[in-house]
């Protein structure tokens, strides 16, 4: 999501006058950071479609910062910020000239059990994630729910290792007399029919 979109998207809600002075302030930034919840809201944006008006205040924010302070700033953010604010960054990250710098941020939101944290881990800056890393994240969703959608380039990365982890947690699922959730039976289903030309068997699918 382009940085101009987020901040066209953002002129149609009450906080628009309040960011651009923000903006406009980087040695208030950290008190500008932590207001944007209360200032702009939390609610989801139109123009937008994925963020919501304090996600965007604060990636934009953050794009705004010196390239120099970046890194280290979305690092402290990250760490001492709560959850909305820890999101934020996640998805700030693509804005960002941070290189792979931020990858410690990504391993740190897959590790935990917030399923908010983790799809905006897998979004577009997860492409500075190794592939072994990617795989478990993305089986992780599976079993926590996170609808494979989130996933940023999910059908361009995913490879026959990720089939075989897919097909032993179908096993799993249908042994236990258990439903395999729809998106991930239809992901095995395509990688099975790209790798071998045939499809996968019969699965009990998840109603979603």
């Keep these: 999501m382009p940085p ?12 628009a006058a309040w960011l651009d002075e923000a903006l406009a302030s980087p040695g208030a930034f950290p008190r500008s950071f932590a207001a944007a919840g209360r200032r ?3 609610a989801p944006l139109p123009g937008a479609p994925g963020w919501t008006a304090d996600e965007a205040a604060r990636a934009l924010l953050l794009a705004a910062l010196p390239p120099a302070r970046v890194a280290a700033e979305a690092a402290d953010l990250y760490h001492h910020g709560d959850a909305d604010e820890k999101r934020a ?3 700030a990250l693509p804005l960002l000239p ?11 939101a897959i590790r935990t ?4 944290l983790l799809a905006a881990a897998l979004g577009p800056y997860a492409a500075h994630l190794d592939q072994a890393a990617w795989r478990q994240a993305v089986l992780k969703c599976v079993f926590m729910g996170v609808p494979l959608a ?8 995913a490879d026959a290792e990720l089939a075989a982890m897919l097909a032993a947690f ?21 990688l099975t029919s790209r790798l071998t030309g045939r499809p996968t068997g019969r699965l009990t699918i998840e109603e979603t």
């Design 89 to 91: 960054v996640l998805k």
């Design 113 to 116: 059990n917030d399923a908010r």
């Design 150 to 157: 989130e996933v940023d380039r999910l059908d361009e990365r």
């Design 98 to 108: 941070i290189g792979t710098g931020a990858v410690p941020l990504l391993r740190d």
């Design 170 to 190: 179908a096993e799993e699922r249908e042994a236990a007399g258990r439903p395999v959730p729809a998106d991930a039976a239809a992901l095995l289903s395509r």
């Design 40 to 42: 702009t809201g939390r």
């Design 4 to 15: 101009e979109r987020l901040h066209a998207a953002l002129r149609e809600t009450p906080g």
